[in-house]
């Protein structure tokens, strides 16, 4: 079964300031991996995805993310925190050639200080 | 091309009632997907459904609650003879034969 950790409930960060999310994630085989970010009462965006290629995949509003096969992490970074950027993130992944659905990890809620 | 859309987005019932959660996934997009997000928690797979079929409801309780995704209209969860741990917000996502999940805005019930 595939399964996605998310260590941090919390991270702060100040404005203007380098931000990383971290996920693991356990899957058989090639993992396809997302990050979405859901604001308040509001459902989950599309942030990006890594399916297959370069392992630094870049994505809507400045953010890129690093997979790393050796660590299965695939970590959420923005060089510049806005304090706009304050929300919850979630890390997904699905295996190649199974059922489609995604398995989330519990979230991350970033906040960006002024 | 309008996304996906749940309604209601707000829905209250008593213990007992039943509940319908309405999505109708983009245009163009045939697979259909709805998870549960508890409170302080991540969303939680529940089941795929492509038209008229349920591909996987792996994560469906055996009890009460059943998905459908009809010829026309919209996909429909349905839990019945609801309970307070129903609380919670259900998302569904919609997506093409090969390409990522978009999501609604959801439906949050409330069970009183």
């Known amino acids: 079964a595939q399964s996605v950790a998310q260590p941090e409930d919390q991270v702060n960060v100040a404005e203007g300031n380098p931000l990383t999310v971290k996920c693991t994630y356990s899957?058989?085989?090639?993992?396809?991996l997302f990050w979405y970010v859901q604001y308040p009462n509001r459902g989950l965006q599309f942030l990006l995805k890594y399916i297959t290629g370069d392992n630094l995949v870049k994505g809507s509003y400045g953010f890129e993310a690093e997979f790393n096969k050796s660590q299965t992490s695939f970590h959420l970074k923005k060089p510049s925190a806005l304090v706009s950027d304050s929300a919850l993130y979630f890390c997904a992944v699905r295996a190649p050639g199974s059922a489609r659905q995604l398995t989330f990890g519990s979230g991350t809620q970033l906040t960006v200080l002024p | 091309n309008a996304g996906v859309m749940q309604n209601p987005r707000h829905l209250v019932r008593r213990r007992g009632q039943e509940a319908r959660l309405r999505c109708s996934p983009m245009?163009?997009?045939?697979?259909v997907y709805w998870y549960r997000q508890l409170p302080e928690e991540g969303l939680k797979f529940m089941v795929y459904l492509q038209k008229e079929n349920i591909i996987d409801e792996s994560g469906m309780p055996k009890e009460r609650f059943s998905a459908e995704f009809p010829k026309e209209g919209p996909s429909i969860l349905r839990i019945q003879q609801v309970v307070r741990g129903d609380s919670a917000a259900y998302f569904c996502?919609?997506?093409?034969?090969?390409?990522?999940?978009?999501f609604g805005q959801g439906t949050r019930l409330t069970v009183v």
């Open positions: 996502a919609s997506s093409p034969p090969s390409s990522e999940a978009f």
């Open positions: 245009k163009g997009h045939s697979h």
């Open positions: 899957v058989s085989g090639n993992p396809y």
